[in-house]
Structures are given as structure tokens and as C-alpha cells.
Nanobody, 120 residues
């Protein structure tokens, strides 16, 4: 059983930065960040595999950086140059031993989410 607790969301102006954290308990492997804006489907943002390989959605490449501290079992998402279209609920997820994918259907466990709001 894996439990995930996100933190670090908030409100920021366009161009600003935020860092999300996800404290995990249990055995985690491939992990990622997903987001869901009102009226839209949940989408993958960034995923990191157990050995550190990463994959990003095209919309965040060059602006977001995913990382994981395996010793602390904590996942991070550094978000820079934020845009209003980044506004969403952000969810931490664990995909177990699967090949990295930003497809939400790959997720085994979800966190409760943390809100990110970017104003113009």
C-alpha cells in the first residue's frame, strides 16, 4: 500500500515559480505528477522512473523539472515560468514497476492533490 501527500501548491503570478513536494510511504517506483483543470480531463505533467529517467508533457518542457529523493521517498516538481494555463489541481502518483508513461491510466495510487493557481 502506498500513501502520497502533496504540499507546496498556492497562488502565484504569471512568470513565477512554485515547488511541489510529495511525501510517500510504502514502496514507490515510477512516480509522477498529473494535473486536472476544471472541466478538463486529468493529464500527465512529468514522470520519473526508479533509475531517474524522465518524461514531460510538451506543454511543460523546459519549464518544469521533476526529481525524486529516494532516501526520503519524496517526489518534487519545480515549476518555473508559470503560465495561467498551468492552473490546476496537481496530483502526485505512483505507477509501480511500470515503464514510465504520462498516461493517467498507468497510475496505481493517487495523492489528494494540491491546488496551483497562476494569475495573469
Amino acid at each position: 500500500q502506498v500513501q502520497l501527500v502533496e504540499s507546496g501548491g498556492g497562488s502565484v503570478q504569471a512568470g513565477g515559480s512554485l515547488r511541489l513536494s510529495c511525501a510517500a510511504s510504502g514502496n514507490t517506483y515510477t512516480m509522477g505528477w498529473f494535473r486536472q483543470a476544471p472541466g478538463k480531463e486529468r493529464e500527465g505533467v512529468a514522470v520519473i522512473g526508479w533509475v531517474g529517467s524522465t518524461r514531460y508533457a510538451d506543454s511543460v518542457k523546459g519549464r518544469f523539472l521533476i526529481s525524486k529523493d529516494n532516501y526520503k521517498n519524496t517526489l518534487y516538481l519545480q515549476m518555473n515560468s508559470l503560465k495561467p494555463e498551468d492552473t490546476a489541481m496537481y496530483y502526485c502518483a505512483d505507477m509501480g514497476r511500470k515503464v514510465i508513461s504520462i498516461d493517467p491510466r498507468s497510475v496505481n495510487y493517487w495523492g489528494q492533490g494540491t491546488q496551483v493557481t497562476v494569475s495573469s
